[in-house]
Nanobody
Framework: QVQLVESGGGLVQPGGSLRLSCAASGFTLIGYATRWYRQTPGKERELVAGISSHGGIFSYADSVKGRFTISRDNAKNTIYLRMNSLKIEDTAVYYC?????????WGQGTQVTVSS
């Protein structure tokens, strides 16, 4: 069964850190572009960070540059999002996806809440 499963979300205070994981099963991430998105109620899903299919190009939304780091471990078939200096406005459901030649997989999402 092909799936992406996110984990690592939770409640954190402003200025804190979290690391999200996205484990792939049923397929290998090699050759897939991989991305993290986030969504809050009433808003469109926003691209947060991405890694190109060959793993050499990294991209970030302006709102998270310098604070978030995306990475991928091909041996573990897992994508990560390290989030530092979290802000209240980072509160959202975070989703990972993997994309290759029009084949697109999404995870179910993990909630991140930044609150004092």
């Amino acid at each position: 069964q092909v799936q992406l499963v996110e984990s690592g979300g939770g409640l954190v205070q402003p200025g804190g850190s979290l690391r999200l994981s996205c484990a792939a099963s049923g397929f290998t991430l090699i050759g897939y572009a991989t991305r993290w998105y986030r969504q809050t109620p009433g808003k469109e899903r926003e691209l947060v960070a991405g890694i190109s299919s060959h793993g050499g190009i990294f991209s970030y939304a302006d709102s998270v540059k310098g604070r978030f780091t995306i990475s991928r471990d091909n041996a573990k078939n897992t994508i990560y999002l390290r989030m530092n200096s979290l802000k209240i406005e980072d509160t959202a459901v975070y989703y990972c996806n993997a994309d290759r030649a029009g084949v697109l997989y999404w995870g179910q999402g993990t909630q991140v809440t930044v609150s004092s």
